[in-house]
């Protein structure tokens, strides 16, 4: 980060930011969703059987950027719905890998319908810098910013942008 004294107030500022959005969403009961991460299923006779899907946390999504219920704060990873298999459709590779995800979804427990994040990144402000940000979290200008689009060299202050789409997620828009 440019200076100490920068990145210490941009980092408390970002802080608080966070703790106000957890407390927000929490008292107008937000819509949330499940993040999960793959763990190593129990090996029976020594065998491996794979990886299963585990609960680590309700979070909201805040865009490209999902908040935990502790106040963590992710970077959007992929996202499926649980739901019951149905039959293979054999169309492609990857429609048949997004199917098993959410196969995968309802055996580890969530609800049927639920949104499910995996392979959501952790985001530890404290080490975003200029040079290596934590996308799509990095520090420009004094400042944490957020890049919203992968494909887009836009930036938004990060503060604003957490205000924004809280306020879009306890109030959305007519229609939505």
Known sequence: ????????????????????AVTRLAAADARDEQLAAWAPRRRIFGIDRGQAMVGVERVWRLGVLLLGRSGRLY????IVRAVESGHPNRQSKLAEERRRIRVEAV?????????????AQ???LAVVTESSPQEPVLFADGRLRVRWSPTSGALMD???YVDERVDLLISPPQGA
């Open 1 to 20: 980060m440019e200076t100490s004294g920068q990145a210490d107030a941009a980092l408390r500022e970002a802080r608080a930011h966070l703790e106000a």
């Open 158 to 160: 990060f503060g604003s």
């Open 75 to 78: 970077a959007t990873g992929q």
């Open 122 to 124: 952790p985001i530890d």
């Open 107 to 119: 055996k580890a427990g969530f609800a049927d319908g639920d949104t499910v994040n995996i392979a």
